[in-house]
T-cell receptor
């Protein structure tokens, strides 16, 4: 299973763009990159995911390099409420073919602190 | 708009007690998961289920069992609670076309 590497922490000024890096150099061709975040004392929240192309939704943008070995999550205008632990995850292949079960393996994530 | 509900937010149990943590999802998802989260260790998968009455061990199943009698409900059971099972427990559900949706978590303290 592909593993990811993130810096342990990052600071960002409120209102500025936050660029969160992730390395996944052993990713397989059919594995997606997922991003989740966890605000203190809450369950993780889905942000975005992608395979090859860049993706954008109402929360963030995901930029995946052409070789797919790394990606960047962009929060275009960070707010104080974006302070959280951000997890970059590569989706593990199903353990069985029938049923299509999949599991996410979480690393330690990266603590983003947005400062006023 | 709540989609994954965990029955208790905080729970205190005594060593040796049998503990049930309940999780219900209303999205008709096939897959459900139980994780525990501890400081410095991140989220670790305990058990998951891809269908009713089906279950698979995750990375740390020792000391736990699960039950999935109905599609919407996935229970985590601590047969004999121990202090090293004090943790935050997180339930999630998913299907192949969606991301994971997590519950708010149950903070269990075993004394």
């Amino acid at each position: 299973d592909a593993k990811t590497t993130q810096p342990p922490s990052m600071d960002c000024a409120e209102g500025r763009a936050a660029n969160l890096p992730c390395n996944h150099s052993t990713i397989s061709g059919n594995e997606y990159v997922y991003w989740y975040r966890q605000i203190h004392s809450q369950g993780p929240q889905y942000i975005i995911h992608g395979l090859k192309n860049n993706e954008t939704n109402e929360m963030a943008s995901l930029i995946i390099t052409e070789d797919r070995k790394s990606s960047t999550l962009i929060l275009p205008h960070a707010t104080l409420r974006d302070t959280a632990v951000y997890y970059c995850i590569v989706r593990v292949a199903p353990l069985i073919t029938q049923g299509g079960s999949e599991k996410l393996v979480f690393g330690k994530g990266m603590k983003l602190t947005v400062n006023p | 708009d709540v989609k994954v509900t965990q029955s208790s937010r905080y729970l205190v149990k005594r060593t040796g007690e049998k503990v049930f943590l309940e999780c219900v999802q209303d999205m008709d998802h096939e897959n459900m998961f139980w994780y525990r989260q501890d400081p410095g260790l991140g989220l670790r998968l305990i058990y998951f289920s891809y269908d009713v009455k089906m279950k698979e061990k995750g990375d740390i199943p020792e000391g736990y069992s699960v039950s999935r009698e109905k599609k919407e409900r996935f229970s985590l059971i601590l047969e004999s609670a121990s202090t090293n099972q004090t943790s935050m427990y997180l339930c999630a559900s998913s299907d192949p076309t969606s991301g994971y949706t997590f519950g708010s978590g149950t903070r269990l303290t075993v004394v």
